[in-house]
């Protein structure tokens, strides 16, 4: 089996209020030097079988069309090993 991750941002010049509550909490509960926090979502898809090149690009398509919104988001994928 492998496993396709697919990391969801939102694009930086989009404001990201969840991020902006999650730094003022860093402040409030005393843990310094946090500069920002930039709240995203993980999507981790097991596959039967090898992430064989056509099966990676259906997951990418999954990704462009249900996993991220291309106005706002940018994603990342990225394969790990088979277990």
Do not use: C
Request: proline share 4%; net charge negative.
């Amino acid at each position: 089996m492998a496993r396709v991750v697919v990391d969801v941002m939102l694009k930086p010049e989009i404001l990201d209020p969840q991020g902006k509550a999650v730094h003022g909490a860093f402040g409030r509960l005393g843990f310094d030097g946090v500069a920002d926090v930039r709240q995203g979502k993980r999507f981790e898809i097991t596959l039967d079988g090898e992430a064989t090149e056509e099966r990676v690009a259906e997951i990418r398509k999954a990704a462009d069309t249900l996993l991220a919104n291309p106005v706002i988001e940018d994603y990342t994928l990225h394969v790990e090993a088979d277990r």
